[in-house]
């Protein structure tokens, strides 16, 4: 008998062939009615694959008495309630590494997509502006610029070497500091005081919703950027849309947001904003692995062996 397992969101084709392979899946999103699902698979679930948002809350473990796995396809596990899964002796897992190179070539494209202007320019290219009021505004260089790192963790860190190789400096904050030649910052404001390009790629959850708030924004003046690529929960939004309304930042380059994929109109009409789909990971290769991963954690359980990446 193939053990049963739900999946909160919808994945990518092949991974769920891959599962559809090895377990019985039910699938919570195509549920009209999520109480009346949960309670007829309640007692033969032993597994739950989520995706993205469509995490696990404290409510949903509270459903399933016999859940041993959560498998998480994504490196954030933001919508799992982790204490409430220690709690119940529920293993999680997640999607890191396979994902690194991917997300910092996006945020490297974000930083400079929003100081070059590059969506900006070519609409006004393909408005016909080119021919009829002459060339583009001059924009701003990446070169000799300080990119703030918030959260240098494994992408955060591929991100750095990647902005070191286009000629700009570095400096970091992070929970702790680490053993690199890089200028440390205490704390939030100071890294964006010291900073013309404050890059998000902490974490989200409790411990770092809004830390980039108003004092933040100021600190990194009208001249300074911010670019994100980790959680929209990290940024004051409405602090954000204000300041870049008012011109108290110069810009911002944004892969996350608040309400995904339903986020505040108000962003559609900024000019001197960047916007991306969260579409960090999202190539074949990368997303394609991923999927690869959060099977053969759900495999390795299933089989008695411990999983391959945990969150401890
Ligand atoms: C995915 C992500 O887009 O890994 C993450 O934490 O945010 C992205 O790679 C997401 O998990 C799926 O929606």
């Known amino acids: 008998m193939k053990p049963e ?3 909160t969101g919808r994945l990518l084709p092949r991974t769920q062939e891959a599962l559809d392979r090895i377990f ?3 699938k919570l999103y195509e ?3 999520h109480l009346a699902f949960l309670r007829q698979h309640a007692q033969q679930v032993r597994a739950l694959a989520t995706f993205g948002a469509s995490g696990a809350d404290a409510a949903l473990m509270d459903q399933l008495p016999k859940l041993e796995i959560i498998s998480n396809f994504g490196v954030g596990v933001d919508a799992i309630d982790l204490a409430a899964a220690a709690k119940r002796r529920i293993i999680v897992t997640n999607t890191p590494e396979v994902l690194t190179e991917c997300v910092a070539d996006t945020a490297m494209a974000l930083v400079l997509a929003t100081l070059r202007r590059l969506p900006q320019s070519e609409n006004y290219l393909r408005a016909g502006q080119w021919g009829t009021r ?3 505004p001059l924009t701003t260089s990446l070169g000799g610029k300080t990119l703030g790192v918030l959260g240098l963790g494994r992408i955060g860190e591929a991100i750095a070497k990647r902005a070191e190789a286009f000629g700009m400096k570095l400096r970091y904050h992070n929970r702790s500091r680490k053993n690199l030649a890089w200028p440390y910052e205490p704390d939030v404001v100071s890294l964006a005081k010291n900073s013309d390009v404050l890059l998000v790629a902490a974490p989200g959850g409790p411990q ?4 980039v708030n108003a004092a933040v924004l100021d600190a990194l003046g009208p001249q300074g950027f911010v670019v994100n690529i980790a959680r929209g929960s990290l940024i004051d939004e409405p602090a954000l849309l204000r300041y870049l309304r008012e011109g ?3 810009g911002a380059g944004l892969d996350v947001f608040d309400n995904e994929p339903k986020i505040d109109p108000a962003w559609f009409s900024l000019d001197n904003a960047v916007l991306l789909p969260h579409v960090g990971s999202a190539t074949e290769e ?3 692995a991923m999927g690869a991963l959060q099977v053969e954690n759900l495999q390795l359980h299933f089989a008695g062996k411990p999983v391959k990446t945990p969150v401890t």
Do not use: L, P
């Open 208 to 211: 770092t919703q809004r830390i």
């Open 286 to 288: 990368t997303r394609t």
């Open 248 to 250: 108290r930042i110069a």
């Open 24 to 26: 019985t899946c039910h």
């Open 31 to 33: 549920a009209a009615d």
């Open 134 to 136: 002459g060339a583009y």
């Open 5 to 7: 397992i739900i999946v």
